[in-house]
């Protein structure tokens, strides 16, 4: 990938893969319904895709195809746009006055777009030399925001994915308080399940609600029942994130997201816990558990009897309607290829005394990216194997003992340089 992006830029390129990906992600698991798969990108190229700034923009056919090479050869990275396109040139509506546009919509149904193309410019999210009132138009008449009718009315219909990986949905809850080392801490309950078998495919207990704790409880789930074809997902920030995006891209997953507030689409899951705690937890005595390793060991029992247990709206056990079509799961290439794939990355700048900065510690790097801009791929909980993706080629970073850096230099022995080895191939 261009390594000139700063963070913002790279966050704004990652959604744009994430696009780009949803178009051809039907054609790389072979799930359009069109005779070809030329047919398909007909059928897409007939609508605008809805751009991650708001914008809609027209495609040909062609350039479909295009992205799907790209993702062959290079996986989501290869749908990272080298540079926008429109740096410089500011967008009509900020991202802060699409949200407003929603909250007027949703607080009054009835408002007009040139009452909210005022209020917009009272409350200073445009100003007038800036945008039009055409432009607020234009983007309620495209996303289906002209109609008075009750916002909160939800059209919800009962459904099931027709085999066993076709989605997986997840979620987290707030669950019970342990004592461990004397501290009293509240745990949360990550939780994955496979929408069409009802079976649990990952679980498991965590003292903090983050993103990465999420990417861990995914990451089992995937190595041991399979990569899913779509993930459900709620919208909290250990769900809607660009590191999270761009893993989803690199296994091939679709990512959908409930709607806001709208915790009931999520049923499967949100039914799941509702039985965790009814069958299991509310029973459980949380005197005799003393650690999280322990509160998850129990719960591990329980997954595996809950698999392997009847369930009346399938007729049957979770495991043995998962078992049935094993013949069409796609699991993983190699434990290497799910470990690089899960890589969280970051773009920094690498400063004159060869060091790059990671959540407020200093890493060493090899002296030939002084003042360029880099990729950085990493687990937060395994630094030691932090490195820098260069040309595809892997260049390790490691944590900066100035101490040590201090005594290289006063004994005039020369600092390591990476750059000898020539890198490492990336997987």
């Not at 799907?68 to 429109?86: A, C, Q, V």
């Not at 509310?282 to 390793?293: A, E, K, N």
């Not at 799910?338 to 890493?363: A, G, P, Q």
């Not at 004994?411 to 340089?417: A, R």
Request: include cysteine.
């Amino acid at each position: 990938m261009n390594n000139t992006f700063n963070d913002k830029s790279f966050s704004e390129a990652a959604a744009i893969a994430r696009v780009r990906f949803a178009v051809v992600a039907p054609v790389i698991q072979e799930l359009f319904a069109e005779p070809t798969k030329t047919a398909y990108y007909k059928r897409v190229a007939e609508k605008p895709l809805k751009m991650p700034d708001g914008s809609e923009v027209m495609y040909n056919y062609n350039t479909f195809e295009k992205w799907e090479k790209l993702y062959l050869r290079h996986g989501i990275d290869g749908l990272i746009p080298k540079r926008r396109s429109d740096i410089g040139v500011p967008r009509a509506l900020s991202d802060a006055a699409i949200a407003e546009i929603y909250r007027l919509k949703e607080t009054f149904p009835r408002i007009n777009a040139t009452l909210i193309y005022q209020k917009l410019i009272e409350d200073g999210f445009i100003t007038p030399s800036g945008t039009s009132v055409s432009a607020v138009q234009r983007f309620i008449k495209r996303n289906d925001l002209k109609s008075a009718r009750n916002p909160n009315i939800k059209d919800r219909k009962a459904f099931e994915a027709e085999f066993p990986c076709d989605m997986y949905q997840a979620d987290t809850c707030y669950s019970v308080f342990i004592t461990e080392n004397g501290v009293s801490r509240r745990t949360y309950l990550f939780h994955i399940v496979d929408d069409h078998s009802r079976m649990i495919v990952g679980a498991r207990f965590f003292y903090q609600d983050n993103a990465y704790n999420f990417q861990q409880v995914l990451k089992d789930a995937i190595a041991r029942s399979g990569i899913c074809s779509k993930i459900y997902l709620d919208n909290g920030g250990s769900y809607s994130n660009e590191q999270l995006s761009l893993i989803l891209g690199s296994l091939g997953i679709i990512e959908i997201h409930t709607p806001v507030r709208d915790g009931a689409a999520k049923a499967k899951v949100e039914r799941s816990f509702r039985t965790i705690k009814d069958t299991w937890l509310h029973g459980l005595d949380i005197s005799g558990v003393d650690s999280l390793d322990a509160l998850n060991r129990l719960l591990a029992d329980y997954v595996h009897k809950r698999n392997n247990s009847f369930n009346r709206d399938i007729s049957g056990t979770p495991m043995e309607r998962y078992s049935r079509h094993l013949d069409r799961i796609r699991f993983p290439k190699s434990r290497e290829w799910l470990d690089e794939c899960f890589m969280n990355r970051m773009i920094r700048k690498v400063n004159n005394d060869s060091t790059v900065s990671i959540n407020s510690i200093s890493y060493d790097c090899p002296q030939q990216f002084i003042r360029m801009k880099v990729e950085v791929r990493f687990l937060p909980d395994d630094m030691k194997n932090a490195y820098i993706l260069y040309e595809g080629k892997r260049y390790p970073i490691r944590k900066t003992n100035k101490v040590e850096n201090f005594r290289t230099k006063r004994n005039n022995t020369p600092s390591i340089d990476y750059s000898r080895t020539g890198g490492v191939d990336s997987v």
